[in-house]
């Protein structure tokens, strides 16, 4: 499948893009804010795109024409303020769905945040981030598109183990998950069609990253 | 109607409680925050409740429930960060509508801002606020209530010239508006059936508040 990685250039997104490289039975685009995020991609082989999720719809459908699926792992991050979550996690990340739906990309994967659907398990110190991360979920599973959310715990920037634990149905624990076995989730989910409009927990465990997704 | 003003204590609200004790047809209650904003309510015979737009939905439910209206009028303000936007602005709107909706109050009136339904139309300085104000709107227009949802322009303290122009269909141009005049519209909007389910923008103008809201 053509996929485009929103927020190529964070620390999921660059993981995500090395994986589908790696897998090479998929396209993967990269897109990336500014020509000097080139580089890094290029020099691994990886396509790049230029688009900034504070654009428009119509020109994000641009960017996102001809794609087969998008994998939005972008984030303002804690770096920038509570305004640019509102900005990119929340109206960045629904304009990119209204974009697949008008331009016909079917799929869509979400890194969403652990528990981002209850308001009881928010975080209370970043509770501004759950409520973007919430509408945002909300608006992609209102949406036409095959979705699949993937909430991860505590991100870490550990080696994956590729070992998971994915709740569903039911609450699990709270945990943490490195990083590149988040990416390695949304990859996965990619080829794996029982993962459409799916959304779930995710944290590092005992299961094989296979063998979790086959139980959703 | 029994109706509750969220936001009360806010200069708007102080407007709409002040307006509908007098109009003396509806049974008005302001929700406030703190014991502490009681003070002036009691003054002027108008009763309280206290309630926070950060409690649940469960105890906002609790709050909201024998009421026939709500006029929802808080805002976070620009004295806190964009955290309390999104937490007040937006999320707090949601679980008052959901409130409302499992309470069974039917009708709702929400104060956002001009243009907030369109984003090339939105202030680039405070976009954060329009996209928080915008995302609330679209969850009250999916809900099952009778909303009305007056987007006014520029507020200011001028004393108000019940003097307005109100569009909906077409795009008026930019202007002010006093907070008293935007009170003024809501209490009309509690009495008018045929604003139920409508949406438009607010300035200051030549019509007379009855006549331009049987325009639309």
């Known amino acids: 499948m053509k996929t485009l990685v929103v927020g190529a250039n964070g620390q999921i997104g660059r993981h995500v893009t090395q994986l589908l490289k790696e897998a090479g039975n998929h396209e993967a685009v990269a897109m990336i804010r500014s020509e000097e995020q080139k580089d890094y991609f290029e020099s691994k082989g990886i396509q790049t795109t230029v688009a900034d999720l504070l654009d428009s719809v119509e020109s994000l459908k641009q ?7 998008i994998i939005f792992t972008a984030g303002s991050g804690p770096k920038t303020g509570a305004d640019m979550t509102l900005r990119v996690d929340l109206d960045g990340a629904t304009k990119m769905i ?14 969403s945040a652990f528990q981002a659907n209850n308001r009881e398990n928010w975080n209370e110190k ?6 973007a991360k919430h509408f945002a979920d909300e608006e992609l599973k209102r949406s036409k598109l095959a979705y699949t959310i ?11 183990t590729a070992k998971i634990k994915i709740g569903s149905k039911d609450i699990i624990e709270r945990g943490t998950v490195s990083r590149e076995d988040v990416a390695r989730v949304l990859v996965a989910c990619l080829d ?8 779930f927990d995710l944290i590092s465990g005992d299961q094989g990253v296979e063998d979790a997704l086959d139980q959703l």
Chains 1, 2 share one sequence.
Request: without cysteine; aromatic residues 10%; hydrophobic residues 40%.
């Open 192 to 199: 794996k069609k029982s993962t459409e409009y799916k959304s």
């Open 126 to 131: 970043i509770a501004h981030y759950y409520v």
């Open 150 to 160: 993937v909430k991860p715990g505590g991100l870490i920037n550990d080696p994956g």
């Open 98 to 111: 209204k974009a697949a739906e008008v331009a016909g990309v079917n799929r869509f994967l979400m890194v």
């Open 63 to 69: 960017t996102v024409e001809g794609f087969d699926a």
